[in-house]
């Protein structure tokens, strides 16, 4: 038996095709069940359908096989737990530092508002300027509107989540895409078996 940990949201829902392409269709429509754990059409195969941050958490301690969870929330959980052995390109946007549209680059000290505070920790280290970080769990675009912050690091796509609220994109941190990782004791015990799942997953993708 092999379980995948995947979100609800975007993800699962691009993640669905991949999927789909190794035999794997779940049996319940997540979007309407209330069901955690999903039976597919693969009887060795269950997802289990979970917040995307509590993915790699899931995937460490063994209480899935698998995961598929963004490169952004596996910057912050730390990956050294994990094996990450496939991009699966899917979800992409990039990780991004944005002010206010009218307010300069700061070059003193700055206050960043972010769900993301030990990669925007490390960022602004190695940029050496000198950043207080404020950690916040949504709606990061109000912080600066209110002046709770100088600056936030979030996730754009489009931008217009940004644009909405008279915020620009200023300094790229990184291009975030999904990952599949592994639990590192199930890559031993279940070598074949997930073996056999990347190598799927591998030539999915390299078709696209
Ligand atoms: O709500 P919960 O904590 O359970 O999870 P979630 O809302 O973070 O999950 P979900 O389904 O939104 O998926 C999260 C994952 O999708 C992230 O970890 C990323 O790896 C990936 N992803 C890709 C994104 C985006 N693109 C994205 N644009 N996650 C979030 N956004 C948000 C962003 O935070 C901002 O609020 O969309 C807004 C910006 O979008 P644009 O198009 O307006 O720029
Ligand atoms: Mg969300």
Known sequence: ????????????????????????????????????????????????????????????????DLGIAGKDVLLEHGAESLYEPLDLKIAGCRLMTAMHKDKPNISGRVRVATKYVK??????????????????????????????????????????????????PRELITEISSRLVVNKAAMKMKHQAIQTLINQFEITLAKR
């Open 119 to 168: 990669t925007a920790r490390l960022y602004f280290a190695s940029k050496g300027i000198q950043a207080e970080i404020i950690k916040l769990y949504g709606s990061m675009e109000l912080a600066p509107l209110v002046g709770l912050a100088d600056c936030i690091v979030d996730l754009v796509d489009t931008g217009n989540t940004l644009k909405a609220n008279d915020l620009e």
């Open 1 to 64: 038996m092999l379980t995948i940990a995947v979100s609800k949201g975007r993800i699962f829902e691009e993640a669905l095709p991949l999927l789909s392409e190794a035999g794997i269709q779940p049996t319940d429509d997540p979007k309407t069940s209330r069901k955690l754990i999903l039976d597919t059409t693969r009887g060795d195969v269950k997802l289990v359908i979970i917040r995307a941050t509590d993915v790699p958490t899931f995937v460490e301690y063994g209480a899935a």
